[in-house]
T-cell receptor, first 113, second 113 residues
Framework: IAGITQAPTSQILAAGRRMTLRCTQD?????MYWYRQDLGLGLRLIHY???????GKGEVPDGYSVSRANTDDFPLTLASAVPSQTSVYFC????????????FGPGTRLTVL | GENVEQHPSTLSVQEGDSAVIKCTYS??????FPWYKQELGKGPQLIID?????GEKKDQRIAVTLNKTAKHFSLHITETQPEDSAVYFC????????????FGKGTHLIIQP
């Protein structure tokens, strides 16, 4: 693994289903983030984690949850998917909360029908 | 919270000419301003950043300027090449990873051969 990986690459999901997007980084970064990208709206922060064991809400957290059991992994869960959650999801990480440079994963394209 | 406005949404320039993308931000507490390049189907990639204690930063053909008083910052690309074609995003942060980055809505840069 080099950098940040995300899985799956893409997914089509029926409304009401539960889905977990996976994110793993091997850079030993303390801070991790989830963004969604929608046409015309840019990237918006969903949730973040400053360090393992802590999480926080971003700009658009409703309908999403995260956990940070260890440094490397930061999964994003949609408990009951809705069509408005159709988007491209990007995971990112930064070395510490003081180091702002964020590195992004390749993204997961999610379609909710 | 922070609000970042980015202009133009689309910019078409002749190969070899310069391109300028402008952003404004709302929160005077913001102190970190990165620029990301996103190619089709990929995650954003940091190309240059500037902190509030610096007015200008240059890296080969790319430069960023920051006017803290006016709360705006700009990306300048000189001697544009076909591989510069992409979507560019500006962002602002108040420091630390806690709030993530607030992104502009992006500029689609098209380099005409």
């Amino acid at each position: 693994i080099a950098g940040i990986t995300q899985a799956p690459t893409s997914q089509i999901l029926a409304a009401g289903r539960r889905m977990t997007l996976r994110c793993t980084q091997d850079m030993r970064h303390n801070a991790m983030y989830w963004y969604r990208q929608d046409l015309g709206l840019g990237l918006r922060l969903i949730h973040y984690s400053n360090t393992a064991g802590t999480t926080g809400k971003g700009e658009v957290p409703d309908g999403y949850s995260v956990s940070r059991a260890n440094t490397d992994d930061f999964p994003l869960t949609l408990a009951s998917a809705v069509p408005s959650q159709t988007s491209v999801y990007f995971c990112a990480s930064s070395l510490t909360t003081r180091e702002n440079e964020q590195f992004f994963g390749p993204g997961t394209r999610l379609t909710v029908l | 919270g922070e609000n970042v406005e980015q202009h133009p949404s689309t910019l078409s320039v002749q190969e070899g000419d310069s391109a300028v993308i402008k952003c404004t931000y709302s929160d005077s507490a913001s102190n970190y301003f990165p620029w990301y390049k996103q190619e089709l189907g990929k995650g954003p990639q940091l190309i240059i950043d500037i902190r509030s204690n610096v007015g200008e930063k240059k890296d080969q053909r790319i430069a960023v300027t920051l006017n803290k008083t006016a709360k705006h910052f700009s990306l300048h690309i000189t001697e544009t090449q076909p591989e510069d074609s992409a979507v560019y995003f500006c962002a602002a942060s108040m420091g630390g990873g806690a709030d993530g980055l607030t992104f502009g809505k992006g500029t689609h840069l098209i380099i005409q051969p």
